[in-house]
């Protein structure tokens, strides 16, 4: 069910999909996630980092990735969506590092 973002409801489900032109690459050669940030009332943010699996092919080199996140609280929220190469010891470095443009 596609929900409108004002109408968004504590409990419902955020779910993403994208798809990605891989080339040469495989889906376990990268890494997706679905990036959110929360606006809290005190102006600290709060950041979740969301696994986005693999769909599987499309079609040629165009693969799927999935994934869902449950609103768990009321508020203002961003959200996107990053791919990048899956390297050892990576998850740590970038943590925290999300660049809103």
Do not use: C
Not at 10 to 29: C, F, K, T, W
Not at 50 to 65: D, E, I, N, Q
């Amino acid at each position: 069910n596609t929900v409108e973002l004002q109408d968004f409801k504590v409990g419902q489900h955020l779910d993403a999909m994208l798809e990605i032109e891989l080339g040469s690459l495989q889906a376990s050669d990268v890494v997706v996630e679905m990036v959110i940030e929360q606006q809290s009332a005190v102006g600290t943010q709060v950041l979740l980092i969301v696994p986005m699996k693999s769909t599987g092919v499309l079609r040629g080199t165009v693969h799927g990735f999935g994934g869902t996140h449950r609103v768990e609280r009321t508020g203002r929220y961003s959200h996107g969506m990053r791919v990048r190469a899956r390297a050892p010891g990576q998850e740590v470095a970038l943590r925290g590092l999300v660049l809103w443009a």
